[in-house]
């Protein structure tokens, strides 16, 4: 492909299924997941058959839910190179679990994943982006548990998730005893506030022109641009569930773009994963300026 920029942006994905998601939970519980049609494999692997056809790799946050499931999946994203880390195992809030249960939630992720692919699970990403300010202290155990990075912080504000005082590029958080480089979801500055752009709902609602724009943007200040899609959103003929007006509009606005779109992205800016990212930086460069 053509028209790549020069800048080396992170790509990641977070791997639930269309019915596992926050908005759809009033009308999905837990104990039903077991009833519902699962299009999170053949979905998976149309993102899987792009990302080979321009030889792109990214960070796969997978659900422990599903891993425990599908492990077949799991070895084929890690089989492809990409990079295989936590998203929880239930999807649940952070902010509404309590600190043991979090922990709980978190080693169940950790062992069902490495006990697939055999290597060590470094990284995590909160369920809807829910370490807020109620619950920062998720920081401190993902830390106790041997987490090397995060990606959990959106500097906006959002009435499921989002730390709008959060430094809007990686940066390395640190408490008495460990440290841990947060990967926080790219937002642009625009008049002073924080403006998402770059990847769910937004990156699908948006025009592509002013999504590329914000890339260019975070690249000019010399940062990655954090792109995050799910693989339901691959789905446009996904069943249809009811819920709320304003989530039903979250979760299903413009499904028929996110391929257009993500192909866009892939042809115009460079992409790598987490891991991938992390280990070409140095540390003096990841951290300045924040």
């Known amino acids: 492909m053509t028209g790549k920029m020069k800048m080396q942006n992170i790509l990641t ?48 946050f997978v659900l422990g839910w599903l891993a425990e499931r599908y492990p077949e999946l799991v070895k084929k994203i890690d089989g492809a190179g990409h990079e295989i880390a936590s998203h929880g195992y239930a999807h649940n809030l952070i902010y509404e679990q309590s600190q043991e249960d979090f922990r709980a939630d978190l080693r169940r992720s950790k062992t069902i994943l490495e006990n697939i692919i055999k290597h060590p699970i470094v990284g995590y990403r909160a369920p809807s982006y829910s370490i807020t300010k109620k619950s920062v202290w998720a920081l401190d155990i993902l830390m106790d548990e041997g987490f090397e990075y995060d990606s959990s912080l959106f500097p906006i504000y959002h009435d499921l998730g989002g730390l709008p005082d959060a430094k809007r590029y990686p940066n390395e958080i640190r408490n008495n005893r460990h440290s841990i480089i947060e990967i926080p979801i790219s937002t642009v500055k625009i008049v002073g506030k924080n403006i998402p752009f770059s990847g769910g709902g937004y990156l699908r609602l948006l025009p592509y022109r002013l999504i590329r724009w914000a890339a260019k943007q975070v690249n000019r200040e010399g940062y990655p641009v954090v792109i995050y899609l799910h693989p339901w959103e691959f789905d446009k003929d996904q069943p249809r569930i009811k819920t ?26 460079k992409f790598t994963s987490i891991k991938d990212f992390l280990k070409n930086q140095r540390p003096e460069t990841l951290y300045e300026k924040n």
Not at 25 to 30: D, Q
Not at 32 to 45: A, F
Not at 244 to 269: P, Q
């Open 244 to 269: 709320g007006r304003i989530k039903s509009f979250r979760h299903y606005v413009n499904l028929h773009k996110t391929v257009e779109k993500f192909k866009k992205l892939l042809n115009d800016f």
């Open 13 to 60: 994905i977070d791997v639930e299924d269309y019915f596992q998601v926050e908005n759809l939970k009033e009308t999905v519980k837990y104990s039903d997941w077991e009833k519902y049609e699962c299009r999170v494999i053949k979905n998976t692997d149309k993102v899987l058959d792009i990302l080979d056809r321009y030889s792109t790799k990214a960070t796969f």
